[in-house]
């Protein structure tokens, strides 16, 4: 049997190897739209184009990723956890530190990109609380989309807090760039 591309896309892999792909597209739209702010005079248009790809092509994949459906996908009810690191402490009592590992490493990163440029492209965003918040935001919009649409994943609030502190550290580490860059 011959593989699709939905059996690519709808893997873990196949979205690291859209993203890999992506690449060239990312350099693309930065130099595209560097060219034409530099065209029309604005002094900051690589630093512009490349944080509004930069937020883009950061964080589309892991919402991608996070928005897969399970194996019984649409045959489940959403599962919801609400109690703060009830899901992270399940994990260690089971003794799977690669999996408490995974969750905390991917969930961190799933909101860095625009925690880390979205500070820099936007004025009104450059405050760790403003992008903890738009990041919480974000998450918990991910997370309500995993129930709604029954994917066969754990919406849990532990996600939201670690995607939320992801893009608070990710903006903490670009801090001495949108001090003085915010446009």
Request: proline share 4%; net charge positive; glycine share 8%.
């Amino acid at each position: 049997m011959s593989m699709g591309w939905q059996d690519w896309t709808g893997t873990f892999t196949g979205v690291v190897l859209i993203t890999v792909a992506a690449l060239p597209v990312a350099v693309l739209a930065v130099w595209a739209l560097a060219r034409r702010r530099s065209a029309g005079g604005e002094t900051a248009a690589w630093r512009m184009s490349l944080a509004e790809v930069g937020i883009v092509y950061g964080t589309v994949p892991w919402v991608w990723m996070i928005l897969l459906p399970g194996e019984r996908a649409g045959a489940v009810t959403g599962r919801l956890s609400l109690v703060p690191l009830r899901d992270l402490l399940t994990i260690v009592s089971d003794g799977r530190p690669l999996t408490l590992t995974v969750q905390v490493v991917g969930n961190l990163l799933v909101f860095a990109a625009l925690g880390y440029f979205a500070p820099q492209r936007f004025a009104a965003l450059a405050s760790v609380p403003r992008i903890l918040a738009l990041a919480a935001a974000c998450s918990v919009l991910v997370e309500a989309a995993q129930y709604v649409l029954r994917l066969d994943r754990v919406s849990s609030v532990d996600d939201v807090l670690l995607n939320a502190a992801g893009a608070g550290l990710a903006a903490l580490a670009s801090r001495h760039r949108w001090r003085r860059q915010a446009y």
